[in-house]
């Protein structure tokens, strides 16, 4: 059993900074890529940042500049620091990591409970 936890959302106002973290825990063999998504009322989710295992990074145009996605493997946990947001960063925010669990050779995508991040104006 794979589990991912994510903590460190909560409301700021614009121009303000917060700092996500997601942890994984369980039965892992091996971590692949870790990223971070979001979703808003009525939205699909979207991506907001990825991080592959070689530490090669990927951001939604929208936040380029201002989020940075990091990870610490021997934690097995990713983080996301986020910059000079703004209100249209409000959403519920989701963590994801490809895993392999202990015992198999199949990866597959895991996903946290999201944490809300709201801005005010």
């Known amino acids: 059993q794979v589990q991912l936890v994510e903590s460190g959302g909560g409301s700021v106002q614009a121009g303000g900074s917060l700092r996500l973290s997601c942890v994984a825990s369980?039965?892992?063999?091996?971590?692949?890529?870790m990223g971070w998504y979001r979703r808003t009322p009525g939205k699909q989710r979207d991506l907001v940042a990825a991080?592959?295992?070689?530490?090669?990074?990927n951001y939604a145009d929208s936040v380029k500049g201002r989020f940075i996605v990091s990870r610490d493997n021997a934690k097995n946990t990713v983080y996301l620091q986020m910059n000079s947001l703004k209100p249209e960063d409000t959403a519920v925010y989701y963590c994801?990591?490809?895993?392999?669990?202990?015992?198999?050779?199949?990866?597959?995508?895991?996903w946290g409970r999201g944490t809300q991040v709201t801005v005010s104006a």
């Open positions: 369980g039965s892992i063999f091996r971590i692949n890529d």
């Open positions: 991080i592959s295992s070689g530490d090669t990074t």
């Open positions: 994801s990591a490809r895993v392999t669990p202990s015992h198999t050779v199949v990866a597959r995508d895991y």
